[in-house]
């Protein structure tokens, strides 16, 4: 049987970081259950690069958040990467949302994001162009990332310490005899086993379902998994931005907001709806809700340019409420060598080599 340091389980970006991190170290697998890496949660978000404005203080969101903004915007420039540090602007619309806006600034201070700059009338104008907005503060630090060349970079570094990425394989289950783990693995429709001392659950939305059949883990430690649908409109046409506008937060996430990508294009989302099992499938009627949303910030819209476009899936842990990172080591559940990865949204591109750090801290490598 063949053995192994580090088995990774899941070649999302979270996943990949993490491999090509640990690959510095000692021999690295990581296996993928489709023929691509990175086809979900991965592929399938605004691309930002977030500054750590929203999530509380003493969050793992934050922490990793942070200090991962830096180390991507590093790697970036080593790799050759599309990254563009394009900035954005938060905005309120009346005097309740302004209070909201002053909240956020100081949350940020809190969090170590320092930069921020409240906009005169004129340089929100200038930033902001066409907005319907009282007030409006300046993020130079937010940026936007082509994720997947991002991805492909973390695959280079894999390669680079000949760490190993393997797709069309499918994790099946582990049984952990108290030294390692005696993984059992699909790869194109024939089981075989491996061995590894390390076995790291990074699989995003099946992280949980991974987690079942690790025989060692005690189901208490396996938290609930919701779906949460989040549709994109992309805007045809010339549009007035150049950065990135952020309407206040809501309920479930930071609103319907403008983005851009490195070619210029903009498009708005995403919105958020709890649905059953993995459905990608776009629904054009979110439209009316999108347009509504939208003319409230930019009422110059033009609701015949806006075109459905595509749609991600956020592995939430609860569907009320604000959620941090969850990443178990044996300190939590007791198992030496297995570190689990729970509902790793956003701003889990931006963290991806911060949780990687973090992974490594745990497993005493660096």
């Known amino acids: 049987m063949e053995q192994i340091e580090t ?10 970081a993490i491999a090509a991190t640990l690959s510095e170290y000692n021999d690295v697998i990581i296996i993928e259950q489709n023929s691509r890496f990175g086809e979900h949660t991965s592929s399938r978000n605004s691309e930002v690069v977030h500054a750590g404005i929203y999530y509380p203080t003493d969050s793992l969101k934050t922490q990793l958040c942070v200090t ?3 180390l991507l915007y590093k790697h970036c420039q080593r790799y050759h990467v599309p990254v563009h540090k394009i900035g954005k602007v938060l905005i309120s619309s ?23 700059q409240f906009l005169s009338p004129i340089e929100l104008a200038n930033r902001a162009p066409q907005t319907k907005a009282v007030a409006g503060v300046w993020s130079p630090s937010t940026g936007i990332v082509d994720s997947h060349q991002l991805m492909l970079s ?10 190993h990425y393997v797709s069309n394989t499918q ?10 783990f005696i993984v059992t693995l699909n790869c194109d429709g024939e089981l075989f086993n491996i061995k590894c ?12 379902a991974c987690a079942q059949k690790i025989d060692a883990l005690a189901p208490n430690y396996i938290p609930a998994l919701h779906y949460c649908k989040g549709q994109y409109f992309s805007y045809q046409g010339r549009h007035p931005f150049k950065h990135l506008i952020y309407p206040m937060p809501e309920q479930h996430g930071l609103g319907i907001h403008a983005t851009l990508d490195l070619a210029g294009q903009l498009k708005f989302g995403p919105d958020t709806e709890f649905i059953s099992h993995l459905d990608y499938s776009p629904n054009i009627k979110a439209k009316t809700h999108f347009v509504n949303a939208i003319i409230k910030y930019w009422p110059q819209l033009d609701s015949e340019r806006l075109q459905i476009s595509y749609s991600g899936i956020r592995p939430k842990l609860q569907k009320y409420g604000s959620q941090d990172f969850i990443i178990q080591d044996h300190t939590t559940h007791g198992v030496a060598g297995l570190i689990n990865l729970f509902g790793i949204e956003s701003p889990g591109l931006t963290a991806s080599l911060a949780i990687a750090k973090l992974v490594t801290n745990m497993l005493k490598l660096k």
Do not use: C, P, W
């Open 171 to 180: 994790f099946i289950s582990a049984q952990f005899d108290g030294l390692q």
């Open 154 to 163: 973390y695959l280079n570094k894999l390669s680079e310490h000949n760490g």
């Open 7 to 16: 088995l990774v389980i899941g070649a999302g970006a979270v996943g990949l």
């Open 94 to 116: 009346n005097e309740h949302e302004t209070a909201k806006l002053h909240t956020l600034v100081k949350q940020a201070k809190n969090n170590g994001v320092s930069d921020l």
């Open 197 to 208: 001392k390390t076995l790291i659950n990074a699989a995003g939305l099946f992280a949980q």
């Open 68 to 70: 991962g903004k830096a």
